[in-house]
């Protein structure tokens, strides 16, 4: 008879060989193990332990009876090792250390270290899930993407987990720390609104990026609040990223009648439309004012200092690294999600249009 299992050293390994287990030996019945018997995922698996939506009643019948037959229990924090670890898909921008810094804060506090980890994205050949369930880390903090098959396996090791700004839904019970993106759009260009500006543009982000998504309904909001139609050769989708940001402005400002003024979804795109304004000999604010989304430390130094959206990224990992240790410590949360406020920072970027 199998005994009441906990998990190995990797929750991906290979089923236990149900035969080993009717002697009564001591290896472990993992979720990986529940998943083939049942003949189903490992995800499938989790959403049933976790008791969440998303499994017809036959299959669910199906795991929870094997469930019951090998005495499968969800792991304990026991044996894991006092850090927290931050998890980035890239760590190539500015803002990484905004987050960096609210996570190392709390963590003094804690008395519990840090390591960060660079993942890559999910189509890169780099290190995998299997390498942080192996370190044991009391808690994970995930930038902006963790997926169900991520969400499972960690789930599979008894480790909690916080996702950091997600780019993509969420199932309800998925903790995460985010900003208030829709309210920061509609505020960025409400101001523009106010100062008289009506050919306003939007550079936004990749289709597929929640926060994105949401400044561009709030931009939306803002121009059907202010009577404006919403041009759609005035909105514009690009990469994150200055370079991408400059190649944006560029078909903008070219058009024949061009935009007084240009809402982004970052800072970083903001900073391509200075560059983009210099090439084509346009004067910020005077020919044309430009809003950014983050309000990270250097934008207020570029000439002129940019009025931005200001995205509270430490105070955001504060919470989210305290969400987590509250976790970690097997304690209940006091919310699942948490959105913190956006608020602008007017600085010299903007101004009425001439005309």
Known sequence: MIGKATLGDHATDGPTEPDDEREGTSRPV??????ESAGVSVPTVSKVI???SGVSADTRARVEALVNEYGYRKPTGAGRNNVVELVFRELKDMWAVEIIRGVEQVARQHRVGVMVSE??????????WDDTVS????????VAQLSEAERAQLTAKGIPFVVFDPTTELPDDVPFVGATNWSGGRTAT??????????????????????CCARLDGYRSAMQAAGLQTDPGLVVHAPLTQ????????????????PTAIFT?????????????????????????????DDLPVVAWVDPPLTTVHQPLTEMAVAATELALTLGRG?????????IATTLTVRASTAPPKN
């Open 190 to 211: 409400r101001h523009l609104t106010r100062l008289g500006h009506r050919r306003i543009a939007m550079i936004s982000g990749p289709e597929d990026v929640l926060c």
């Open 50 to 52: 976790n008791g969440r």
């Open 243 to 258: 370079e991408d940001g400059c190649v944006a402005a560029r078909s903008l400002l070219a058009l024949p009648d061009r």
């Open 265 to 293: 979804a970052n800072d970083l795109q903001a900073l391509g439309v200075y560059q983009a304004a210099r090439e084509a000999g346009l004067r910020i604010p005077d020919d044309l004012s430009v809003v950014g989304f």
């Open 30 to 35: 993992t979720i990986a193990y529940i998943a």
């Open 331 to 339: 304690e209940a949360a006091p919310q699942v999600g948490l959105e």
């Open 135 to 142: 370190r044991r880390p009391n808690c994970v903090l995930s």
């Open 119 to 128: 993942f890559g994205l999910h189509d890169s050949a780099a290190p995998t």
